[in-house]
């Protein structure tokens, strides 16, 4: 008899985010050895699928490297598992449960349950789970995904729901920014480096900007995002995330809550958003555009209501009163259908005291999550040759010459083998999404009641001109950007 065994059970594993990105990372890691061995993976959702239906689900979605690979692949899935039932009701789940119990094969069987499922059957499906599903020897876990609530009072809802059925430590809600490169490495550079903290403050930053920018529109996901817009997309969560841990003290250790401690506490400390501090903007199609999709504006698209009042775009300016931070204004700006796809972090210092080159360029330093991670700080250097001018460079770390080829697992390979650890760091413990909803409830109320209207911008453009107004009124320079 086996010692331990893992059974993954996948919650919607007939939708999108299943084929799209749990699957494809749960191949991953099982490529890379990164599962423990004896790991079986079970879907469950209510369309009656056959193993051949899997297969020819998920094999295109599963990138394969030479033969040996292809031969791995196989196996895998092979070894996939499936059964359907309802998310409602005791029948299924009892049934869901016997399922697990007739796949373990050890002392000691773990569970996690990955819920790939839209909100509104979280709640049955997490009650079904407490009450039929535990682990009897091992761990039971439970992975969630955004959105986790629409506001303060809807999160705080659902939460009060989740924790009567699990303890915090068995839940795991995915941030997947968190299990980016990058962004796990912001601790690093920050408290692993002497040179940056002395300057990381109010005294030496003049502003701090993060920007997630796609160049497509919702990509069929209009019902959804109609619903939630861009704010609650990215901004409360993916944006907020790298911003905190941008600004929060170091912590004491990097266990998981010396970490979370130290995210809420910065949290705390902003203000909520206010609509001056914002500009929104929903795109309209560019008639000039090359592509179809890009011809099409936001209200075009399927499931989008014509009189949509929902931002598509969103420039916000926060405020942190602490020691550290107050008066640095921290930019985020975030939207779909714009002139590229990237997302990076700018720490921008002020300009040198009495400057004796007449040239004040900020020194700027900027942390590109994606595409092609890298960390470059641009510097003011003296021109080559007789020149006694300075110019700006870049001290460079592009990770691709850095590190060579080295693999950078997806951001979801990466949160699953958390997950099976049991190291929560990054994921979002309940009183920091608490704080989130705090800083954004207002400003999303008076956007659902119609108070606040988007400007428009056009498809693959830079959004609205509004938006680089409000920036530089916050003291970001342009000079030092590329
Ligand atoms: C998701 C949002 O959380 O993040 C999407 O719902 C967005 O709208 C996506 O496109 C972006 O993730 P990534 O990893 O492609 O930057």
Redesign the pocket.
């Known amino acids: 008899k086996l010692q331990e065994q893992l059974i993954i059970t996948v919650l919607g594993a007939s939708g999108d985010l299943a084929k799209k990105l749990v699957y494809p990372a749960l191949w991953d890691a099982y490529r890379f050895d990164s599962l423990p061995e004896d790991t079986r993976i079970l879907g469950y959702a209510r369309s009656k699928l056959s193993h051949e239906d899997l297969v020819e689900r998920f094999k295109p979605q599963l990138k394969v490297n030479g033969d040996d690979d292809e031969k791995k692949r196989d196996s895998f899935l092979e070894s996939l598992d499936y059964i359907h039932g309802q998310y409602d009701e005791a029948k299924s789940f009892k049934k869901l449960n016997e399922h697990i119990e007739s796949m373990s094969q050890a002392k000691t069987v773990n569970r996690m349950f990955y819920i790939a499922l839209p909100p509104s059957v979280y709640k049955d499906v997490t009650e079904q789970l407490s009450n039929h599903c535990q682990a009897k020897s091992g761990f039971t876990r439970v992975v969630v995904e ?1 959105p986790f609530g629409k506001d303060l009072e809807s999160y705080q809802d659902l939460n009060a729901h989740m924790s009567n059925l699990f303890a915090e430590d068995q839940i795991y809600r995915i941030d ?2 968190l299990g ?1 490169e990058m962004v796990q490495n912001l601790l690093a550079l920050r408290f692993a480096n002497r040179v940056f903290e002395p300057s990381w403050n109010r005294h030496h930053v003049a502003c701090v900007m993060l920007t ?1 920018k ?1 160049d ?1 529109g ?2 069929g ?1 209009g019902g ?2 109609d619903e939630f817009g861009i704010i609650r ?2 901004m409360q ?2 944006l907020l995330q790298m911003l905190t841990l941008c600004a929060m003290e170091k912590p004491v250790s990097t266990g998981p809550d010396d970490i979370r401690d130290e995210k809420t506490k910065v949290l705390r400390c902003i203000k909520p958003l206010k609509i001056e501090d914002t500009v929104l903007g929903q795109f309209v199609g560019n008639p000039e555009g090359e592509s179809e999709e890009s011809r099409k504006g936001y209200t075009d698209e399927e499931d989008v209501p014509n009189d949509s009042n929902t931002p598509t775009f969103a420039t916000a300016v926060f405020h942190i009163e602490n020691d550290r931070w107050e008066g640095v204004p921290f930019i985020i700006r975030c939207g ?1 259908a714009l002139n590229e ?1 990237k ?1 990076e972090l700018r720490v921008q210092f002020r300009s040198v005291p009495a400057d004796i080159f007449g040239n004040s360029t900020r020194n700027e330093l900027v942390l590109r ?2 595409p092609d991670e890298a960390i470059y700080l641009k510097v003011l250097v003296k021109e080559p040759g007789a020149s006694s001018e300075v110019a700006q460079t870049d001290l460079d770390l592009s990770y691709k010459c850095r590190f060579g080829e080295q693999r950078i697992p997806s ?1 979801y390979e990466r949160l699953i083998v958390s997950a099976i650890k049991g190291n929560s760091a990054n994921f979002v413990r309940s009183d920091e999404l608490e704080q989130a909803w705090r800083i954004f409830t207002p400003i999303l109320h008076d956007i659902d009641a119609g108070k606040v209207k988007p400007k428009t911008y056009k498809f693959g453009s830079r959004g609205p001109s509004e938006a680089d107004d409000l920036v530089k009124k916050h003291n970001f320079s342009y000079a030092a950007y590329e």
């Open positions: 955004k997947h920014y980016k997630m796609e497509f919702t990509q996901r959804y995002f997309d990215v969560n993916h779909k796809k997302a999550v994606q951001a």
